[in-house]
T-cell receptor, first 116, second 113 residues
Framework: GAGVSQTPSNKVTEKGKYVELRCDPI?????LYWYRQSLGQGPEFLIY????????DSGLPNDRFFAVRPEGSVSTLKIQRTERGDSAVYLC??????????????FGEGSRLTVL | AQSVAQPEDQVNVAEGNPLTVKCTYS??????LFWYVQYPNRGLQFLLK????DNLVKGSYGFEAEFNKSQTSFHLKKPSALVSDSALYFC???????????WGAGTKLIIKP
């Protein structure tokens, strides 16, 4: 499709389990962002990729969270030893240019993670 | 520190009436301002942006926003609301030297027939 694709759309897991969330950005978009959105709040920045490298991972809450983008396209957000507080909607966005661009972000529909 | 405030959790407007969704911001440099809309079970969609130039910017679906530097505001407006405008609206800001967007908490807009 033409838009940002995120899978799975919903994920229910048990506390302590490992989870992977996938993002397929718009073709040709070099910048990719992960955000987390809790109910009643705006998106919270997690990590930004420019190409294959993580240009800024300052938003990752702790070392249980990790993200990769090995070929500069698809990205995977990985969460180890999940906790109930990790429950949220994880949003992926992509854009055409580098971090200095003034253009808009294109968002996927999100992956809703529920940790029981 | 950069911040965005959307002072209203919810705005109720009758269909056909004008609507305003408020946003104020704080940045250290020149602000880049954005409005996004989120429909139920859908991803965030870009509506409009202010980077430089004319203080009144026009965007998708008939929406517009006015940049007011002295009041550090960027309120979203539409002359005549539609029921289909009902959604969650987010204001976001970044300064020119930083790509990170800072987001408001969102305002739920309800348009009643």
């Amino acid at each position: 499709g033409a838009g940002v694709s995120q899978t799975p759309s919903n994920k229910v897991t048990e506390k302590g389990k490992y989870v992977e969330l996938r993002c397929d950005p718009i073709s040709g978009h070099t910048a990719l962002y992960w955000y987390r959105q809790s109910l009643g709040q705006g998106p919270e920045f997690l990590i930004y990729f420019q190409g294959t490298g993580a240009a800024d991972d300052s938003g990752l809450p702790n070392d249980r969270f990790f993200a990769v983008r090995p070929e500069g396209s698809v990205s995977t957000l990985k969460i180890q030893r999940t906790e109930r507080g990790d429950s949220a909607v994880y949003l992926c966005a992509s854009s055409l240019a580098s971090g200095s661009n003034t253009g808009e972000l294109f968002f996927g529909e999100g992956s809703r993670l529920t940790v029981l | 520190a950069q911040s965005v405030a959307q002072p209203e959790d919810q705005v109720n407007v009758a269909e056909g009436n004008p609507l305003t969704v408020k946003c104020t911001y704080s940045v250290s440099g020149n602000p880049y301002l954005f409005w996004y809309v989120q429909y139920p079970n859908r991803g965030l969609q870009f509506l409009l942006k202010y980077i430089t130039g004319d203080n009144l910017v026009k965007g998708s679906y008939g929406f517009e926003a006015e940049f007011n530097k002295s009041q550090t505001s960027f309120h979203l407006k539409k002359p005549s609301a539609l029921v289909s405008d009902s959604a969650l609206y987010f204001c976001a800001v970044r300064d020119g030297s930083n790509y990170q967007l800072i987001w408001g908490a969102g305002t739920k807009l309800i348009i009643k027939p």
